[in-house]
């Protein structure tokens, strides 16, 4: 597929369970993947398909069971809290569905939250980039409570952006948005990789979002049952229910 | 909808922990107070109710010499009244006692028993007589009561303390000066309680050469036939008494003593529940707070129950219903661990030289309505106001996934804005209304304090914002803006945390004022009054012997000696009281005397000098003729001057030979001694204190350590009144703990969001740790700035009371400070801990 020099990050053999005995639950199952740097990959899967505990893994978030999970050359298994945590700071980006912002702190103190933690001082120009980017200059003060969910999320994305991360990971950053907010938040992160180079790993189950990215990797139980590069609307939404059918031959196709 | 409540209840552990511990403290003191007085009276009433005799002959003077230890000639009855007494029909038998105070019990090193530990009249013991058992109520509980000339029975406390046992020998420093040596027959105690008094005993015979005349007692009991009442002998007695004499039957002196001890108990009670209502108001804050915080975070919760159609007194009454639960749960508790606490008031009292009992606990089913009509109280009071705004939840909150936004502040901040207003208008009055009677300025004085506080802690949220935003400036970095805004976010809930810890911080405050204005004011009185070069008194300010003075006199250096002598008297304007002899001359050069009217130097044999209040009070003047009530009898005394009290002086002035008459015995309760000043202090110093070497029992302090020695007694009640409010001081900051805990959990998925973007777990504790720094330093200054002025606006009131100058100890204001602060933070840890040890992914995660 590609070669490692342009690997952002990379699992091999990947397996996480949860429980034990009767309970026992393995939310991935033997997963191999490389992310693409400069490269804006979605990871798509029907509720249960591990497609948030692939993404929790790969951001160092959630420990593994077995197989390795490496970004940039830092195998994250091996890192005590302290490491994991230092190096989500610095080198990975966080968008999540809900909840992205600290309320006491208005949206410029929101963007400038890991570098504010890491005592770094921001790069100005950069920072600039990001806010005008995201069209969120005139709204620096505001806390986010005055902020639209919309602009909540744009806020958010351009926190993930501020420190330059190896590595943006979304977890379905659109999930809360009306549909023309949505196309607002990921036209911008569709743009910080055309223009600025980022990469970006984002979950999400809705096909629309999904045409954004650039290849959509396509779960289920616990395994990668496909991928397809530049993605349609239709193209995933197609893909999705042919996989439902040959994937799950038991399920119900109208999930 | 009760089953709801309770299943509610036991879901959240930590919830109803929280919540409960609070009552259970509050309840704890309350009930503690009354378990302690209850104890205390319990002990008491064994006490005077067994081994009392049928009729006591005593002299008339003991009803008005209970209330003062030593000093005075020990007022006697014949013995041979006890003969014809006997000769009675229906008297069986008659004990004539001897009781003393003033023995001074010596250690190993000739030193008064404790005196270095600096208690309340240290090594000093009761004297008595050994009794037959009827009427005596001591028991012996090693070897055997002492019967010959050189034997002494010791209680058991006293025998601890000195190290020895029956058998060995003890030296007694005798009124006399005299030191004595006897042999230790047996070990004594009280029946039926642990009273720390201490006694020593003798048989009747050598008590009554160490301390009377031959042919004298203390007291007479009579025994009667079992067929004739008490009335009756006594009836019989009566004619037969001289005059000075009197005959009270055993149920009069136990409903005489019951008495007593109901009004001096009563005071206590009241004293201490003062501080337990302190504890209460304290609690009260932050059972509201934790019950608001609950129905915030219940929000959906509830509204879901509106939703699936509960209606609103329903939703009311099932919070209620669980506040009730906790109630009663915590106020059981409370009533257990307020044995605890009245053990602990127990010791803090003996700490504090009283000698109280450490008896049997005693439980009256008053303490256990009380305490479960304060718990529910103050439970349900402060969860009806969360209660009801739950009651408001709209149905479709349960869809919302929103912490509920703070409220408006308007009509709170009003109603604070009048009290403050309103206080502080009274406290401006109140020093007028002072001038003309204190107790009523004082009491406006209060009210307005009262007024003042509760202004404050109702502005206490506006007061937040700047203030927090201001102590926050100490931190930099991300965790103490995390911090800063977090303490912001809802203003009325830092108010609430913070103002528990203001309630206690501003009474230790004005407590510490008033402290530190009183030894100004005295420092001041010393330096005024005193021009004495040294002041000689006995440990404990007990008498000495008259042979200090006498020494002290023939010393080299000491150009003159004022001795004083005292001794208990029934007077007009004073009540019982003590008359206080001085030779008038050397006197007004030991001290400089205000003397208003008239001229102390006019003082002679059979007149009196009357300080100017007492004065006023019974409208005398110089020339009028008061009749006082002497251990001699009546006595006409014709007032010759007027003075003004100061450094301890007050009352009645006699010379030396009339305060004789008057009652004073050859013993000494101050020496002032004036040296030449043509010899150096330490010289004389030095020498004054050889000459007193053979009287262990006193002290020669000079100016500076005079004073000293008076700041150090205010220091030991403040540090009373200190340690009783350290239980609101602790509610407040367990107030602290509560508000974190439950604002973590509130904010499980901020710190989650934090942990994902990188702040390690130290950055998380350290912002919980300064949340609660800023709340703790807000709440301690807030309080110090109305207590140090409600300190000083009471010092004003008080100054015609003495307390003349106004002084705030800061380094001790700057270590209440420091040690809440420091609480703060300790409240902080656990919560702290528990917010860093949140998994990112429960916290992250979306439903």
Not at chain 1, 131 to 153: A, C, F, M, W, Y
Not at chain 2, 263 to 272: A, I, R, V, Y
Not at chain 2, 385 to 393: C, D, H, K, L, Q
Not at chain 2, 540 to 552: C, L, M, W
């Amino acid at each position: 597929m590609t070669t490692t020099a342009t690997t952002a990050a990379s699992a091999r053999g990947l397996t996480k369970v949860y429980g034990e005995g009767e309970a026992r639950v393995v939310a991935l199952n033997d997963v191999d993947i490389d992310i693409e740097q400069g490269h804006f990959t979605a990871i798509m899967g029907p509720s249960g398909s591990g497609k948030s505990t692939l993404m929790h893994c790969l951001a160092g978030l959630d420990s593994v069971t077995e197989g390795t999970v490496t970004v940039g050359d830092v195998d994250l298994t091996t890192l005590k809290d302290k490491e994991l945590t230092a190096l989500r700071r610095d080198q990975i980006g966080f968008v999540f569905q809900s909840f992205n912002l600290i309320p006491t702190l208005n949206a410029e103190e929101n963007i400038t939250l890991p570098l504010d933690i890491a005592g770094t001082k921001p790069d100005k120009q950069w920072l600039d980039t990001v806010i005008d980017t995201v069209g969120l200059r005139s709204r620096l003060d505001h806390k986010p409570s005055e902020l639209s969910g919309g602009q909540q999320q744009r806020v958010a994305c351009a926190r993930a952006m501020a420190s330059r991360p190896a590595i943006i990971f979304a977890d379905e950053p659109t999930g809360n948005l009306d549909s023309r907010s949505g196309a607002e938040v990921l036209g911008f992160l569709r743009r910080s990789v055309d223009d600025y180079g980022q990469t970006i790993v984002m979950v999400t189950h809705d096909p629309n979002a999904a045409s954004y990215a650039q290849r959509v990797v396509f779960l289920a139980d616990g395994r990668i049952v496909d991928e397809m590069r530049d993605p349609t609307a239709e193209r995933v939404l197609d893909r999705m229910k042919r996989f439902d059918i040959e994937g799950k031959p038991v399920a119900d196709p109208e999930a | 909808m009760l089953r709801a409540a309770l299943r509610n209840l036991f879901a959240h552990k930590l919830r109803l922990g929280l919540t409960a511990l609070s009552i259970v403290l509050a309840v704890a003191f309350v009930a503690g107070t009354y378990i302690f007085t209850d104890s205390l009276r319990a002990s008491l009433d064994t006490l005077i109710q067994q081994n009392q005799p049928d009729v006591t002959v005593q002299p008339t003077a003991a009803d008005f010499t209970s209330d003062f230890q030593g000093g005075g000639q020990t007022p006697t009855v014949p013995t041979d009244l006890g003969d014809q007494i006997r000769q009675l029909p229906g008297v069986t038998s008659v004990i004539p006692q001897i009781q003393v105070t003033n023995v001074v019990v010596l250690d190993g090193q000739g030193k008064p028993l404790g005196a270095e530990a600096g208690g309340f009249g240290s090594g000093t013991v009761i004297g008595q007589t050994w009794t037959p058992p009827e009427v005596n109520p001591s028991e012996i509980i090693d070897g055997r009561a002492p019967s010959a000339a050189d034997e002494i029975a010791l209680d058991t406390g006293t025998v601890d303390q000195l190290g020895v046992v029956v058998g060995d020998a003890v030296t007694i420093l005798l009124p006399s000066g005299d030191r004595q040596e006897f042999a230790l027959t047996g070990t004594t105690r009280l029946r039926g309680s642990g009273f720390g008094v201490g006694f020593a005993t003798w048989d009747f015979d050598t008590a009554q050469e160490l301390f009377l005349k031959p042919g004298q007692a203390t007291s007479l009991a009579v025994l009667a036939q079992p067929s004739v009442s008490q009335g009756a002998v006594r009836d019989e007695i009566v004619p037969l008494l001289p005059p000075g004499a009197q005959a009270i039957t055993g149920d009069e002196q136990a409903s005489q003593v019951s008495e007593q001890l109901d009004s001096g108990l009563g005071f206590l009670n009241t004293f201490l529940l003062v501080f337990a209502i302190v504890s209460v108001f304290v609690a009260a804050f932050l059972i509201y707070n934790t019950f608001s915080m609950l129905v915030a975070q219940r929000t959906r919760e509830l509204a879901l129950l509106r939703a699936i159609g509960a209606s609103r007194s329903q939703v009311l009454r099932s919070i209620l219903a669980e506040a009730a639960a906790v109630a009663v749960l915590a106020s059981l508790i409370g009533i257990g661990v307020g044995a605890g606490i009245a053990r602990g008031l127990q010791a803090l009292f003996q700490a504090a030289g009283a000698p109280f009992p450490s008896g049997q606990l005693v439980f009256e089913p008053r303490t256990i309505v009380v305490a479960l009509v304060v718990g529910l109280f103050i439970t349900l009071v402060s969860a009806l106001m969360p209660a009801r705004r739950a009651s408001v939840i709209p149905p479709v909150a349960a869809m919302r996934d929103e912490t509920p936004a703070s409220r408006a502040l308007g009509r709170r901040t009003m109603v604070g804005g009048f009290l403050f207003g309103a206080g502080l208008g009274l406290a401006v009055m109140s020093p007028r209304l002072a001038e003309s009677d204190t107790m009523q300025g004082a009491l406006m004085a209060g009210v307005a304090a009262g007024a003042v506080l509760i202004g404050v802690l109702a502005l206490a949220p506006e007061l937040a914002r700047p203030a927090t935003a201001v102590i926050g400036t100490l931190f930099r970095g991300i965790s103490g803006r995390l911090a800063r805004g977090n303490t912001r976010r809802n203003p009325r809930r830092t108010a609430a945390t913070a103002g528990a810890l203001t309630i206690g911080v501003c009474l230790m405050s004005v407590i510490s004022v008033l402290a530190a204005s009183t030894q100004k004011s005295v420092a001041g009185i010393v330096d005024d009054v005193i021009g004495a070069d040294f002041v000689v008194t006995g440990y404990g300010f007990q008498p000495f012997p008259g042979k200090v003075g006498e020494a002290i006199r023939d010393t080299a250096g000491v150009a003159e000696v004022a001795v004083v002598r005292q001794a208990p008297m029934r007077a007009p304007g004073t009540g019982d009281t003590l008359v206080t002899g001085v030779d008038p001359v050397a006197i007004q050069r030991a001290l400089s005397l205000t003397v208003t009217a008239g001229s102390l130097d006019d003082l002679a044999d059979g007149d009196t000098a009357l300080d100017s209040d007492t004065a006023a009070q019974i409208g005398a003047g110089v020339g009028t003729t008061v009749q006082v009530l002497s251990l001699a009898g009546p006595v006409d005394l014709a007032v010759v001057a007027l003075y003004e009290p100061a450094g301890g002086l007050t009352g009645y002035i006699t010379d030396l030979p009339t305060a004789q008459r008057l009652g004073t015995s050859d013993e000494d309760s101050v020496v002032y001694v004036v040296k030449d000043p043509a010899v150096p202090a330490d010289v004389v110093e030095a020498a004054i204190a050889t000459a007193v070497e053979p009287f262990p029992n006193v002290q020669v302090l000079d100016q500076s350590a005079f004073k000293s020695s008076i700041s150090d007694q205010i220091g030991q009640l403040l540090n009373f009144l200190f340690a009783l409010l350290v239980l609101a001081v602790l509610i407040a900051l367990l107030g602290i703990v509560n508000t974190l805990a439950l604002s973590v959990f509130e904010r499980t998925r901020e710190i989650g969001l934090l942990r994902a973007v990188g702040m390690w777990r130290g950055g998380i504790r350290r912002t919980i740790v300064i949340e609660a720094f800023i709340i703790a330093v807000f709440g301690a200054v807030l309080g110090m700035v109305v207590g140090v002025a409600f300190g000083a606006l009471l010092q004003r009131i008080l100054a015609s009371q003495g307390i003349e100058e106004f002084a705030v100890n800061v380094p001790q204001l700057a270590l209440f400070l420091v040690l809440a602060a420091v609480g703060g933070v300790v409240a902080a840890l656990w919560p702290a801990w528990r917010g860093s040890r949140l998994r990112i992914l429960t916290a992250i995660a979306t439903e």
